[in-house]
Nanobody, 114 residues
């Protein structure tokens, strides 16, 4: 069973940056995504990366967020978040894309506030 652990969240001022990390308990050969869930809202996919390295972003984060992975091991993925906005406040999760229910971790909280 795969376990995913997200880290790197925290409190940041508007316009600031954070880099989130996702570490898997075993090698994953799957398209992967970063998701987020804001208070009172449904979880949404914000960025994804295919096995071949193609990336895709939600319109709301296009140009500000970058998804990447450590190619050599297929167990670590990153989400670089720049120019953060208060509306980016959410719990961020990584998972396969499409997601696998049993793979959801606890997520990491990102709070954008002055």
């Amino acid at each position: 069973q795969v376990q995913l652990v997200e880290s790197g969240g925290g409190l940041v001022q508007p316009g600031g940056s954070l880099r989130l990390s996702c570490t898997a308990s075993k090698t994953i050969f799957s398209d992967m995504g970063w998701y987020r869930q804001a208070p009172g809202k449904q979880r949404e996919l914000v960025a994804s990366i295919t096995i071949e390295g193609r990336t895709n972003y939600a319109d709301s984060v296009q140009g500000r967020f970058t998804i990447s992975r450590v190619n050599a091991v297929n167990t670590v993925w990153y989400l670089q978040m720049n120019s953060l906005k208060p509306e980016d406040t959410a719990v961020y999760y990584c998972n396969a894309e499409p997601s696998v229910n049993l793979w959801w971790g606890k997520g990491t909280l990102v709070t954008v506030s002055s």
